[in-house]
């Protein structure tokens, strides 16, 4: 994880979340895993999410961080 605009993460945030470049931002909620991972719960199921494709999220306008999926969950 790079977070941006925040030190890290104590408890579950509701942002839009882009999984690739041209993909449409999607909201989703963030909340703390372990050894510097999170969850990414969204909140409609989205298409070809892709383990080795960067999710990065947002806050309106503020990049608020983001990092490299590692596996996806159904």
Known sequence: MNWIAVDNI???L???VKIR???QEAEAVISAA???????K????QMAVTPGQAAVFYD???VVG???IERVLH
Do not use: E, I, M, R
């Open 66 to 68: 983001g990092g490299t």
């Open 14 to 16: 509701t942002l839009k």
């Open 60 to 62: 309106g306008d503020v």
């Open 10 to 12: 104590t408890q579950p």
């Open 42 to 45: 969204f909140k409609s199921p």
């Open 21 to 23: 470049y041209l993909h």
């Open 34 to 40: 372990d050894n510097n991972t999170v969850n990414v």
